[in-house]
């Protein structure tokens, strides 16, 4: 698994590549919640994502949460159909805006 974060306009982008599940989740909550400390907007790129278990989704509702506490706002870009799937099976679909590139969820901020 690899994360990148960085910083555009104050909105904190985290690209995921690989799977998200018990061995990452950790990696992936500390990447962001580390990154998020100056941005109360996210916005995490799940295109190269083609696993997230429910470890994985306990982080994205966290990480939810925590922005939303602030009032931001977090934005997933380019979930897989089976991603969606379990994501809409257990509710967690609600919670996020979702979008097929990170310009479309950039220009919605």
């Known amino acids: 698994m690899q994360i990148d974060i960085k ?3 104050s909105i904190l982008i985290v690209t995921i590549e ?9 990696e992936v909550q500390q990447g962001i919640l580390e990154g998020s400390v100056g941005s109360d907007n996210v916005i995490i790129d799940l295109t190269k994502v083609d696993f997230v278990s429910s470890a994985g989704l306990r982080v994205l509702l966290m990480v939810y949460r925590q922005i939303k506490a602030k009032n931001g706002k977090v934005i997933l870009v380019g979930v897989s159909e089976e991603i969606s799937e379990v994501m809409s099976m257990t509710g967690f679909i609600n919670f996020f805006e979702i979008v097929d ?3 479309t ?3 919605s901020y």
């Open 7 to 9: 910083t555009e306009n």
């Open 18 to 26: 690989g799977s998200i599940d018990s061995k990452t989740a950790s």
């Open 101 to 103: 590139t990170v310009k």
């Open 105 to 107: 969820a950039l220009d």
